[in-house]
């Protein structure tokens, strides 16, 4: 999804059906600027053991911090807010 022509908000899920529930095997959501720099990622590569959390977690463009998996409407709303 593109945000002013520029910026970039990656939305990739891995989602299952059982039981006629959804069930989320994986998630990213990764937000750039115009340059490909990162803003921000949330997703649940297990690469960070020790944060609260885990496997869920963001990347910032200087650290990673532990998060809870936000909402898709939680993701656009910070992605656009931080364009205003």
């Known amino acids: 999804m593109r945000f002013n022509q ?3 908000l ?3 899920e891995a989602i299952v059906v059982a039981d006629n529930q959804l069930q989320f095997l994986d998630y990213r959501y990764h937000f750039k600027n115009e340059h490909n720099h990162l803003i921000f ?9 020790n944060l609260p959390n885990f496997p869920y977690h963001k990347h910032l463009p200087d650290d990673v911090i ?5 909402e898709i409407s939680q993701v656009l709303k910070e992605a656009n ?3 205003i």
């Open 66 to 70: 532990a998060s809870d998996k936000p």
């Open 41 to 49: 990622r949330y997703d649940s590569t297990p690469h960070f053991p």
């Open 81 to 83: 807010g931080l364009l």
């Open 6 to 8: 520029t910026h970039l």
């Open 10 to 12: 990656e939305i990739n």
